[in-house]
């Protein structure tokens, strides 16, 4: 059964980090690119990271650029999304997503994670 399941949400104050992390199952991430989403209470999904399949190439939304990173450990099948200098506006629910092909299509997704930053 292929799933991705997220962890590591929590509340943390403004200015601090968390990492989240994407377990695979059912599939190996290592031809897969992968990326971060996250939707806000009332607000449209919002793409937040994404990294290639060969782990050359990462892209990131302009509201984290500079503050989280993505990082992929083949060797544990698990994707990570480091968020650091958190602020509130970064407060929604985490999804992963897994894209076969490379071309901004993801075919699986995680169930999501809560990150709320608030002092």
């Known amino acids: 059964q292929v799933q991705l399941v997220e962890s590591g949400g929590g509340l943390v104050q403004p200015g601090g980090s968390l990492r989240l992390s994407c377990a695979a199952s059912g599939f190996t991430l290592d031809y897969y690119a992968m990326g971060w989403f996250r939707q806000a209470p009332g607000k449209e999904r919002e793409f937040v990271a994404s990294?290639?399949?060969?782990?050359?190439?990462?892209y990131y939304g302009d509201s984290v650029k500079g503050r989280f990173t993505i990082t992929v450990n083949n060797a544990l099948n698990t994707a990570y999304l480091q968020m650091n200098q958190l602020k509130p506006e970064d407060t929604a629910v985490y999804y992963c997503?897994?894209?076969?092909?490379?071309?901004?299509?993801?075919?699986?997704w995680g169930q999501g994670t809560q990150v709320t930053v608030s002092s």
């Open positions: 997503a897994a894209d076969p092909n490379d071309d901004d299509d993801y075919d699986y």
């Open positions: 990294l290639n399949w060969s782990g050359t190439s990462s």
